[in-house]
Nanobody, 135 residues
């Protein structure tokens, strides 16, 4: 399984970036991208990594960290096996390395699959892409 993130860069505060995560290997054994919960984590200097946004088509749920709600939008394209993160109104505190993650959940619990993924319950991590928000 490979998760390859791209789209990071240097942007001024208030600007936008669109990250993309090209996945491969998740669709072996007859599964599709929609069978997985997918999402994005970020790692800022001297801070723990945090789940930024996650999506699960299997239980139709999305999760956003409070710090990005209303500014970031996660989406996926099953045909392209790609996950996106549209980031608007970027702030300096959004700076960090952004990683794509995925997990195929089997059990249905009270907590949504997207939230479970973003709460650090992951199977697959990809290489990150650096996002720097600075003037």
């Amino acid at each position: 399984v490979q998760l390859q993130a791209s789209g990071g860069g240097l942007v001024e505060p208030g600007g936008s970036l669109r990250l993309a995560c090209a996945t491969s290997g998740l669709t072996l054994a007859g599964f599709t991208l929609d069978d997985y919960a997918v999402g994005w984590f970020r790692q800022a200097p001297e801070r723990e990594h945090e789940g930024v946004s996650c999506l699960s088509r299997s239980d139709d749920s999305t999760y956003y960290a409070a710090s990005v709600r209303g500014r970031f939008t996660i989406s996926s394209d099953n045909a392209k096996n790609t996950v996106y993160l549209q980031m608007n109104s970027l702030k300096p505190e959004d700076t960090g390395v952004y990683y794509c993650v995925a997990k195929r959940f089997k059990a249905t619990l009270k907590t949504t699959r997207s939230e479970r993924l973003c709460r650090n319950n992951t199977d697959y991590w990809g290489q990150g892409t650096q996002v720097t928000v600075s003037s």
